[in-house]
């Protein structure tokens, strides 16, 4: 059964920089990054087919957010760079076997960004 697992999340000053990580159980299709803020809907940040390594981002993240993988490691990372108060939020790693909705979630990771 697939496992997801994040790490990296914390508290850092608007501008700063935070690096996320994710390692999975197995093989995946495609993985991503999702953040959610109480009230509000879980909302997609950026994803990578493992793949082709084809990347896309959520146009409020686009020029600051990179997503890579280490399919060596079985993981994906999300690096935030430039980071804004409206960045705070639970983070997620998600990750699916096909071209479907993503079905595997990790338990998130909080990202504080203070101003």
């Known amino acids: 059964r697939l496992q997801v697992a994040e790490s990296g999340g914390g508290s850092v000053q608007a501008g700063g920089s935070l690096n996320l990580s994710c390692t999975v159980s197995?093989?995946?299709?495609?993985k991503g990054w999702f953040r959610q803020t109480p009230g509000k809907e879980r909302e997609l940040v950026a994803m990578?087919?493992?793949?082709?390594?084809?990347?896309s981002y959520d146009d409020s993240v686009k020029g600051r957010f990179v997503i890579s993988q280490d399919n060596a490691k079985f993981t994906v990372y999300l690096q935030m760079n430039s980071l804004k108060s409206e960045d705070s939020a639970m983070y997620y790693c998600?990750?699916?076997?096909?071209?479907?909705?993503?079905?595997?979630w990790g338990q998130g990771t909080q990202v504080t960004v203070s101003s």
């Open positions: 998600a990750a699916t076997l096909n071209s479907g909705d993503f079905q595997v």
């Open positions: 197995g093989y995946t299709y495609k």
């Open positions: 990578i087919v493992t793949g082709s390594g084809e990347k």
